[in-house]
């Protein structure tokens, strides 16, 4: 038994170190590019301010988009009509859009299709 415990908290441990030790490195990136989309503002330069921001927007709406868990959730779902009609009215031309832009697209048609079987299975 204190064997079996004594495995469970090293393992807790281990798992929590390393949880945090991810969070610290992204909280790290997160205010480096902060700082200097800051900077940028604070220099005018919009439209560095405004690819980053998009950047990082699609970047995690991709990541969110490719868990189907995501489907039924009702905040993603009403945010991702927003991000939908923003880029219907502010992206690039296709021909210019990112490695990110391109797979956007293809899991924001994915996503479309999932909520539409979902709602003929009701």
Known sequence: MIVVFASCLACYK?????GYSSYRTSQKVRFVMSLSELQNLRNNDLRSVM??????CYSSALFVLKDPKNDSDPVIRAYLQQLIDYRRNYAKRESEWSVVEQELAKQLEMFRQRANQNKTVR
């Open 14 to 18: 281990f798992g929590f170190e390393k």
């Open 51 to 56: 690819d980053h921001l998009e950047k990082a």
